[in-house]
């Protein structure tokens, strides 16, 4: 199979919601999501906006994946990062190439940006995919932790 990357559009946000609803399953958390086709286009294309996102296709230009990213900083290196919000493929063309394209595509853009990572996170548990990550020569950072303040935990520490 043939796979091409191509910027995102506002009126590819049915589509992206669709793969984010099908990751958030996948991930066991179908539930937590809140995005709708209006708040994806808004935020992923307004002028407000600060990711980037790429649609992985066929040939015949069926989207098959995505991706979201964003620029981060490393303040130990004074350069800026590539962080991999979401990737996803349908089940049906994984293990095809589709995932490497869209990791590859990336750290094409990371490395003409002038970027110093590419990170990401995964869960613990999805094998298939720290499988891949492996075999591309990505490393994990096992000694940090990360945190999350969300919900009302958020609103309520801000309050204090």
Known sequence: MSYRIRNATAADAATILRF???LAVY??????????????ADSLFGPKAVTRTVICETEPGDPVGFAVWFYNYSTWQARKGLYLEDLYVTPEHRGAGAGR??????AQVAVAEGCGRFEW????????AIRVYEAIG????REWMRYRLA???LKQFAET
């Open 151 to 153: 919900g009302d935990r």
């Open 121 to 128: 996170n995964v869960l613990d548990w999805n094998e298939p």
């Open 27 to 40: 991930e066991k958390a179908g539930h937590e999501v809140e995005a709708t086709v209006e708040t994806l």
């Open 101 to 106: 394209k869209l990791l590859r595509h990336l």
């Open 138 to 141: 990505a490393e994990p950072q």
């Open 20 to 22: 984010i609803t099908e």
